[in-house]
């Protein structure tokens, strides 16, 4: 399928990604997506591979669609299970790369709630990492699957208006989105509560908006962002109730996106929070075509690292 | 006991002085210092021709970690990485396990310091004890035993109103208050300046309000309360101000810089690829911050330059940068790096340099040093500036080797250190 100049065996962020790294790795993942609608849902590109998924933070969906990914690719999948693991014992994260490393995975994912995690483990180990989220730092498949719904349903990127609306200051997705989407020609324009925006909003490389009818105005892409409901404590905001009064995505509020565009969510929504549920549900909502598009883009990122892996090998 | 320096060029900005001297150490004392001095039988020569001879560097903020936590550091080997970086004197801070809040354990560094003897050490007694913050510590009996100032460092003192009574108690005794500024819940979970760097690598941020607070908190306390009030490493734009505008008031106020601070921006976290060794209290500030505070330390605001050398075990920092001890060491980089990136870099002179690291901090803690007058202290740093030098933390007398200076190069570096008249060797193990 290519032999096209990858050469990545680690993908930690998007940051460092260029333009036609990302063009492959969307088109690799749009041969991938037949996969899905086969009788038997598997190729045997990665057969023999053992993948660990290394989820450090709780991961339904992240995880689930990697193994998905992996199993699709007929790869061995082996979640590393930390709730239950010597990481509960004290184990420093070095310890635990360098045991990983001793049982010679391909490649381990990895969920962490700290930045730069993905690096210490590809510094220590000699495996392909994959990084499923650092933080508040960066999501890369998280934003590759979110540039590949939106080329699917708009033909393009370049010179699209994207409003990304919620809790930026506590979000790998908008992270790695304002980065992604940027290098590929789209505007950005971010925007949430005061409280939830860095103090340096603007240096991302968006422009900044302060109410959701500001950034919505325009735009064809709006991608919503969950808000972790124990942010209210920490006096981020006064309530749930109002902030689904100002600051949700309703049809109302809607009204002057441009009229074909679409609405996307990386998950899990809380509905009457963030997003109304006629929104969420509405014929803009592009947010299960994202679940799907997770499960291809994952199999191409695997894929491409691995063939990196193996020429290094 | 004789040693006679000679063919040097003496710098000694508290009495003016930049001319090439020989020096005479006598007992423990400077003696004489001449354009020439004739070596009478039985005393030493030292031949430092080419080389610059100043009063003793002085270290007035480093963390010896003993007692308690001697797997960092020690006395022994704080001392010799103090000697080795060009201090002959090294301030140590009561953040110690048990924490220097009473006499015994004043007592116990003085006497480690006296066994092992590469550097002076002057232990700083805490504010509070147990460093809680909650009831004073016995000032007076500290002060009897030899602690040469009070501070809480590592937690800054909380309570206004704790604070304003120990600015007051402490007058009794002379001593000054000392203070890691830093506004605790605004500072939150915060790990890396808040700014720009912040934002990008998602990780929480310490706004330099934070710092800025409290000092504006603390020098209104002093205006309050009288005494002698000392900002450690000061890394804001803003609490400079702050503190020249004390000055300008008259209040006993002064505050010191670190030469990461000086060199460094938080810029660094991300080129560094988030190591740890880039994270400290306070963190690398913004380019703003950082050309204000080399305004300061040329223009005189800023007193001196300190290092908060902060040394940590490699497993401790060998973790997420989130939950990584705050910290670097410094003892060993900060004079190269001084003479490197601001003598030669035209920032300050080097005049100026040894009254940033010699004079000041003597005068600041009252100590004995910080000039080479004839009946000084015979502590005496001796500078080769053409030494080419390359940071190899691999190979620190240090215990712990957390810098973000590894591999860096200069030109200039300490060559001898001398103690009391006495040439210190580290080669000479115990």
New interface residues.
């Given amino acids: 399928m290519n032999q096209s100049g990858w050469t990545r065996k680690h993908l930690l962020g998007v940051a460092d990604l260029v333009p036609e790294e990302v063009e492959l790795i969307l088109d690799t993942a749009h041969s991938f997506l037949e996969v899905a609608h086969r009788p038997i849902k598997k190729v045997p590109t990665l057969r023999g591979r053992t993948l660990l998924g290394l989820f450090f933070e709780p991961s339904t969906r992240t995880s689930s669609s990697f193994e998905i990914a992996a199993k699709r690719l007929s790869a061995d999948w082996v979640n590393f299970s930390t709730s239950s693991s010597s990481l509960r014992k004290g184990e420093s994260l070095y310890d635990t790369a360098r045991n990983l490393q001793a049982m010679a995975p391909d490649m381990v994912v990895v969920r962490h709630a700290f930045p730069g995690v993905p690096e210490m483990l590809a510094a220590e180990m000699d495996c392909g990492v994959i990084n499923a989220g650092d933080g508040a730092r960066e999501h890369p498949t998280q934003a590759l699957l979110d540039a590949f719904t939106i080329r699917q349903a708009k033909g393009r990127i370049e010179g699209l208006e994207v409003a990304i609306i919620g809790d930026i200051e506590h979000s790998r997705v908008a992270r790695s989105n304002v980065s992604l989407l940027t290098k590929m020609g789209a505007r950005v324009t971010l925007a949430g509560p005061r409280t939830l925006l860095p103090a340096a909003a603007e240096s991302l490389g968006a422009a900044v908006a302060y109410s959701v009818e500001e950034a919505v105005a325009g735009k064809d892409v709006v991608m919503m962002l969950r808000v972790q409901l124990e942010r209210q404590h920490r006096a981020l905001f006064p309530s749930l109730r109002e902030y689904f009064d100002f600051f949700a995505l309703t049809r109302e509020r809607l009204a002057g996106a441009k009229d074909d565009v679409i609405i996307l969510h990386p998950g899990p929504m809380n509905r009457g929070v963030e997003i109304a549920s006629d929104v969420a549900d509405g014929p803009f909502s592009v947010i299960l075509d994202q679940v799907t598009n997770g499960v291809a883009v994952r199999m191409a990122v695997l894929y491409l690292l691995s063939i990196a892996t193996t020429e290094a090998a | 006991m004789s040693l006679l320096l000679r063919g040097g060029r003496v710098v000694d900005p508290s009495q003016d002085l930049d001319a090439s001297r020989d020096v005479l150490l006598v007992d423990g004392e400077v003696r004489e210092l001449a354009e020439s001095i004739e070596a009478s039988p039985g005393v030493e020569v030292l031949d430092v021709a080419g080389k610059v001879i100043t009063p003793g560097l002085i270290d007035i903020h480093a963390h010896l970690r003993e007692p308690g936590q001697e797997y960092k550091e020690s006395v022994l080997t704080g001392t010799r990485a103090a000697a080795a970086g060009g201090f002959t004197a090294v301030v140590c801070m009561a953040n110690t396990d048990p924490v220097n809040d009473n006499a015994s354990v004043t007592e116990h560094i003085l006497a480690q310091a006296t066994r092992h003897g590469y550097a002076r050490v002057y232990p700083v007694g805490a504010i509070s004890k147990g460093l809680r913050g909650e009831e004073l510590a016995e000032m007076g009996r500290l002060a009897a035993a030899g602690v040469v100032a009070y501070s809480d460092d590592g937690r800054p003192v909380e309570s206004s109103e704790l604070m304003r009574r120990a600015l007051s108690y402490a007058r009794h005794f002379g001593l000054p208050l000392v203070q890691h500024a830093q506004d605790l819940p605004l500072s939150g979970e915060g790990a890396m300046h808040?700014?720009?760097w912040?934002?990008?690598?998602?990780?929480p941020?310490i706004?330099a309000a934070a710092e800025d607070l409290m000092v504006a908190r603390d020098v209104l306390l002093t205006e309050l309360a009288g005494g002698r009030y000392h900002l450690q490493h000061l890394s804001s734009a803003k609490s400079l101000d702050l503190v020249r505008a004390a000055k300008e008031q008259g209040l006993a106020v002064t505050c010191e810089a670190t030469p990461h601070h000086l060199l460094l921006t938080d810029e660094e976290v991300f080129r560094s690829?988030?190591s740890t060794n880039t994270k400290m209290n306070p963190p690398l500030r913004s380019e703003r911050d950082r050309q204000a505070l080399l305004e300061g330390i040329a223009d005189g605001s800023i007193d001196c330059v300190a290092t908060d050398h902060a040394p940590h075990h490699v497993?401790e920092k060998?973790?997420?940068?989130?939950?990584a001890p705050f910290g670097i060491v410094g003892l060993e980089t900060a004079v190269g790096l001084c003479l490197d990136r601001l003598v030669a870099q035209g920032v300050v002179d080097l005049s100026r340099l040894v009254d940033l690291l010699s004079c000041q901090p003597a005068k600041i803690m009252g100590l004995p040093g910080g000039s080479l007058r004839p009946g000084a202290v015979a502590d005496v740093t001796v500078l080769d500036l053409d030494q080419e030098w390359t940071v190899d933390a691999s190979r620190f007398e240090s215990k712990s080797s957390n810098t973000p200076f590894d591999g860096w190069s200069g030109r200039g570096a300490p060559l001898h250190t001398i103690v009391g008249g006495r040439l210190i060797s580290l080669s000479a193990s115990e």
């Fill in positions: 808040e700014g720009e912040s934002a990008r690598l998602g990780i941020g706004p690829g988030i497993d060998r973790v997420p940068f989130n939950v």
